[in-house]
């Protein structure tokens, strides 16, 4: 018997089922048309053992930047190219299963990128987020970028200072403050796929878990799976209120400052410095 014929089958792994599970979701929503959006997601050995031969290295990859403080670590990731709407009935061409070498400028692919596939073209992105919220945060372990509809449309008609933005998404839900009291990060357009756009949306990440990249879409962080689709999710459902409150004409009332402190008060959350009780607003 190989060794491969003791693990369990690779598909009923539940990082598996929550990838391909929150993929369809993300392309259900219309988040992720064509080849948009990314997803990485930060595994333990122990976690893949069960499921696949890690001495089995399938290709190697470059990495255009210094992975170096992700040197043996695994993560399983959308591929470049690749369509959201297609991951549910071919993981194995769509996902892959990587793991970052011990000098960080190159990965391994342990399972799937078959055909010749590698990693989302906005990896860089990815790594140097997951990098800096490991420092933050030792828990976390998902980065997820997809093109929210009314996220995107409000970066052309709102403005882009990160307290305005932010106010605004907490005044449209009253649960929003409560997700996302440290608010949301914005940073300016940049190309994607480049190291730059990394290190300006990973700069970001060092206080927020949501970084708008204007024009394009969001990038969410977080512990789980589920925290961080729920965390974009309810952003863009604030987004989608502000799209529908201005389509009908305007605000005639909304949450005051009064009653978002009473919110954070009452859920125990520190909202982010600058935003309420502004001049001006
Ligand atoms: O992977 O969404 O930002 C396609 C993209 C690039
Ligand atoms: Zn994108």
Redesign the pocket.
């Known amino acids: 018997m190989s060794k491969i014929m003791n693990k369990k089958f690779i598909y009923t792994a539940p990082f598996m089922e929550e990838m391909i599970d929150t993929a369809t979701n993300l392309y259900r929503l219309g988040w992720d048309e064509r080849?948009?959006?990314?997803i990485s997601y930060l595994l333990q050995e122990d976690e893949i053992k069960a499921y696949l031969d890690i001495t089995n290295m399938k290709r190697v990859v470059e990495v255009n930047f210094d992975a170096s403080e992700l040197a043996g670590r695994y993560f399983i990731v959308t591929g470049s190219g690749k369509y959201f709407k297609n991951i549910k009935e071919h993981p194995e061409i769509n996902l892959g299963i990587i793991r970052i070498t011990e000098e960080g400028n190159q990965y391994e692919i342990l399972w799937g990128f078959e055909n010749g596939g590698v990693a989302?073209?906005?990896l860089p992105t990815h790594l140097m987020n997951h990098i800096q919220r490991l420092k933050v945060d030792q828990n976390h372990r998902v980065i997820m970028?997809c093109?929210a509809t009314n996220l995107i449309a409000m970066t052309f008609t709102h403005s882009l200072i990160e307290e305005d933005m932010t106010k605004t998404l907490w005044e449209m839900c009253t649960e929003c403050i409560v997700v996302f009291p440290e608010g949301i990060g914005v940073i300016p357009w940049i190309v994607?796929?480049t190291t730059e756009i990394g290190e300006a949306t990973a700069d970001k990440m060092k206080d927020v878990r949501l970084v708008l990249w204007p024009h394009?879409?969001i990038f969410g962080a977080g512990t789980t799976m589920d925290e961080t689709f729920g965390l974009i999710e309810t952003a863009e459902k604030a987004a989608q209120v502000y799209t529908t409150v201005c389509a009908q004409g305007g605000k005639k009332q909304t949450i005051t400052d009064h009653q978002l402190m009473e919110l954070a008060t009452a859920f125990q959350v520190v909202p982010r410095e600058g935003v309420l009780f502004r001049k001006g607003n």
């Not at 080849?35 to 990314?38: F, L, S, V």
């Open positions: 080849n948009g959006g990314n989302t073209s906005e970028h093109h994607p796929g394009h879409g």
